[in-house]
């Protein structure tokens, strides 16, 4: 089974500028989530989505967006970037196991900065 | 307000030792703790995961003790080789928010021949 895919990789954008990271979960996983990660505040969650609906919502400003399509890819926005939205964005797909438990799997990654 | 904590931001430890990973947490609530292994510029690794119904769970050198009393949980490795070198992070989540884990700050693990 393929894990999650995250595109691009890397990317530069200047202050002012809109900004779009895509996102493909594990398959039949169905709910997506986002995180920013970032030396001074660590791993904080952005937003959650399943079955194409926002199912919990970190403490964001509403410049970070997303949402999730039919096939369970998942989209996030960021608008108006300041220097401060510089970090790696982890999307992580999820599902609970036969036996009562949870597991959460990450993707490699979208490296941003915010010139 | 940081829920979870991981309270060693390093381990040294020789190979063939184990390992022993802390992790504390504040909110009774959550129902699931998971443990997740890091490199640079990656995405975290799944390692292990552990609901509140049990105390412990296993897989393969890695084992997961809870305990709710204390709010406190371990990831023992054993025996450490040193590939595990990396920086290990604890995480936690409630069944009623599913989707959104709440994480520790980090362990740097460093195991030495």
């Known amino acids: 089974k393929a894990g999650v895919t995250q595109t691009p990789r890397y990317l530069i954008k200047t202050r002012g500028q809109q900004v779009t990271l895509s996102c493909s979960p594990i398959s039949g996983h169905r709910s997506v989530s986002w995180y920013q990660q970032t030396p001074g505040q660590g791993l904080q969650f952005l937003f959650e989505?399943?079955?194409?609906?926002?199912?919990n919502k970190g403490n964001f400003p509403g410049r970070f967006s997303g949402r999730q399509f039919s096939n369970s890819r998942s989209e996030m926005n960021v608008s108006t970037l300041e220097l401060g939205d510089s970090a790696l964005y982890l999307c992580?797909?999820?599902?609970?196991?036969?036996?009562?438990?949870?597991?959460?799997?990450f993707g490699p990654g979208t490296r941003l900065t915010v010139t | 307000d940081q829920q979870v904590k991981q309270n060693s931001p390093s381990l040294s430890v020789q190979e063939g030792r184990i390992s022993i990973l802390n992790c504390d947490y504040t909110n009774s609530m959550f129902d699931y703790f998971l443990w997740y292994k890091k490199y640079p510029a990656e995405g975290p690794t799944f390692l292990i995961s552990?609901?509140?119904?049990?105390d412990k769970n296993e897989d393969g050198r890695f084992t997961v003790f809870l305990n709710k009393s204390a709010k406190h949980l371990s990831l023992h490795i054993v025996p450490s080789q040193p590939g595990d070198s990396a920086v290990y992070f604890c995480?936690?989540?409630?069944?009623?928010?599913?989707?959104?884990?709440?994480f520790g700050r980090g362990t740097q693990l460093t195991v030495w021949p």
């Open positions: 989505y399943f079955s194409e609906t926002q199912r």
């Open positions: 552990i609901s509140s119904i049990k």
């Open positions: 995480a936690a989540g409630r069944g009623s928010t599913l989707g959104r884990l709440y």
């Open positions: 992580a797909s999820s599902h609970t196991t036969g036996q009562g438990s949870y597991e959460q799997y």
